[in-house]
């Protein structure tokens, strides 16, 4: 049985506030393609959710660790899906990427905290 990894991505919105109002009508339930919301789910993930404060995103991403892991076999299936093609050029134009990161969009973030993996006091 398949494990569920939780993974998290941030990027910038062009700082532009009739852009970003854009972004987040896309954004809106039934905004996106079908084909694109079909496509993620067909890559195993069970919840996506974009938060957003000011120009910044983040995205965190719940997904089954075996197709977590095939980076590649995704990249490739994105790459022959039109519809997935179309979305992101469409996505890039409101996107800025970060200053440290300038050829990717969505940069995956380090988990660098749990409170799960905290010691627990038991006095």
Same mark, same amino acid.
């Given at each position: 049985?398949?494990?569920?990894?939780?993974? &998290?991505?941030?990027?910038?919105?062009?700082?532009? *506030?009739?852009?970003?109002?854009?972004?987040?009508?896309?954004?809106?339930?039934?905004?996106? *393609?079908?084909?694109?919301?079909?496509? #993620?789910?067909? @890559? /195993?993930? !069970?919840?996506?959710?974009?938060?957003?404060? /000011?120009?910044?995103?983040?995205? #965190?991403?719940?997904? @089954?660790?075996?197709?977590?892991?095939? &980076?590649?076999?995704?990249?490739?299936?994105?790459?022959? !899906? *039109? @519809?997935?093609?179309?979305?992101?050029?469409?996505?890039?134009?409101?996107? +800025?990427?970060?200053?440290?990161?300038?050829?990717?969009?969505?940069?995956?973030?380090? +988990? #660098?905290?749990?409170?799960?993996?905290?010691? #627990?006091?038991? /006095?």
């Amino acid at each position: 049985m398949a494990e569920i990894v939780r993974r &998290c991505f941030v990027v910038d919105l062009v700082d532009d *506030p009739e852009s970003i109002a854009r972004y987040r009508e896309w954004h809106k339930p039934g905004g996106p *393609p079908r084909a694109v919301t079909d496509a #993620i789910r067909a @890559d /195993g993930v !069970n919840d996506l959710q974009i938060w957003v404060v /000011g120009d910044r995103m983040v995205m #965190i991403m719940e997904q @089954d660790d075996t197709l977590a892991a095939d &980076c590649a076999a995704k990249a490739a299936r994105d790459a022959a !899906n *039109p @519809d997935v093609q179309a979305w992101d050029a469409l996505m890039r134009t409101f996107q +800025r990427p970060l200053p440290f990161a300038p050829d990717i969009t969505w940069v995956e973030m380090q +988990r #660098i905290y749990s409170l799960a993996a905290q010691p #627990i006091d038991i /006095g």
